[in-house]
């Protein structure tokens, strides 16, 4: 089944201990992004890749790394989370990075620092 | 790169149909427009896509008028199962950075 898998699905820390969320994709997909969604604010995009690579921040970036070592795979590590960082992430990936080439959203990861 | 508005929420009723509309005064050229539903606790999932005109599928119809500055979506029918948050995505070729409204959150009341 064609899909993005993201790990875990849940999540709870504390400030400063370094984590990392999963995001894989079986669909052969250039682009693929990371965003983060809180109450009102609709979603906002971490980082996104065009390619193995190629990576770039978005909108939210502080906080946050990411690495592009192959197609499929593309991990969000927060190096030093904060309380501020609590909030549901979604990995998404598509075709290629263009107008008519929908996003795929995985699940989603709700974390919890505290 | 094209920021979108859209109703914060609206209401409606089984059966009725309903129409969200978006608005993208700076949209490019090149900028295809999309449409995502997403219910709690899951990621958003594609519904329509179009450029110009009409475009309908088997869930929604999607109408964007000769200046593209707006775009509409309408669900004929909506039943209690519509009650989620669509969003709506300007996207143009090699875009890298993708700027999501809030979205609006549709309520179906029975």
Redesign the interface.
């Known amino acids: 089944e064609a899909q ?1 898998t993201q790990n875990p699905r849940y999540l709870i820390t504390v400030t400063g201990k370094k984590l990392t969320v999963t995001c894989s994709q079986n669909m052969n997909h250039e682009y693929m ?1 990371w ?1 983060r969604q809180d109450p ?6 971490i980082y ?1 890749s ?1 390619n193995v690579e190629v990576t ?1 921040k ?2 939210v970036p502080e906080g946050y790394k990411v690495s592009r070592k192959e197609k499929r795979n593309f991990p969000l590590i927060l190096e030093s989370p904060s309380p501020n960082q609590t909030s ?1 992430y ?1 990995c ?1 990936s598509s075709p290629e ?12 990861t ?1 974390l919890t620092v505290t | 790169l094209a920021k979108t508005t859209q109703p914060i929420s609206m209401d409606s009723y089984e059966g009725q149909e309903v129409n969200i509309t978006c608005s993208h005064n700076n949209i490019a050229t090149n900028d295809y427009i999309t449409w995502y539903q997403q219910f709690p606790s899951q990621g958003p999932r594609f519904i329509i896509q179009g450029y110009k005109t009409k475009v309908t599928n088997e869930v929604a119809s999607l109408f964007i008028p000769a200046d593209r500055k707006s775009s509409t979506l309408s669900l004929p029918r909506v039943s209690l199962s519509d009650t989620a948050v669509y969003y709506c995505l300007a996207r143009s070729y090699n875009t890298d950075k993708l700027i999501f409204g809030t979205g609006t959150r549709l309520q179906v009341f029975p």
């Open positions: 993005v992004s965003y009102g604010l609709g979603l906002r995009q996104y065009m770039d978005g909108d549901l979604f998404a990075p263009q107008g008519n080439s929908p996003l795929h959203f995985g699940n989603g709700r």
